[in-house]
């Protein structure tokens, strides 16, 4: 059965750092690009970042760049977002999705069909 377990959330003060994981199970993440987004409260979800397994190219939202960092181990079926200089508004359930079909490439945010249970992440002082 495909699934995503992410983990990794909790209460951060702004300016702190947090490590989201995503476990991957019921399928190869070797074949798949694996996106992630986040949900804020009231808010739709929101694509943050991509990294495909064809070459390990990545993306990032604008929102995102230069703060997060995305990274995979296929050997551990995770993908990994390493997030710095956390802000009050980077606030939300995050989750990792992946595509219906094989896709080695980053898509557009609205193709990623198959999603994890989200892990909260909030920042405050």
């Known amino acids: 059965q495909l699934q995503f377990v992410e983990s990794g959330g909790g209460l951060v003060q702004p300016g702190g750092s947090l490590r989201l994981s995503c476990a991957a199970s019921?399928?190869?993440?070797?074949?798949?690009?694996i996106g992630w987004f986040r949900q804020a409260p009231g808010k739709e979800h929101e694509g943050v970042s991509c990294i495909s397994s064809s070459d390990g190219s990545t993306y990032y939202a604008d929102s995102v760049k230069g703060r997060f960092t995305i990274s995979r181990d296929n050997a551990k079926n995770t993908v990994y977002l390493q997030m710095n200089s956390l802000k009050p508004e980077d606030t939300a359930v995050y989750y990792c999705?992946?595509?219906?079909?094989?896709?080695?490439?980053?898509?557009?945010?609205?193709?990623?069909?198959?999603w994890g249970q989200g892990t909260q992440v909030t920042v405050s002082s």
């Open positions: 999705a992946r595509t219906e079909a094989v896709q080695a490439m980053c898509v557009p945010w609205d193709e990623y069909d198959y």
């Open positions: 019921g399928f190869t993440l070797d074949y798949y690009a």
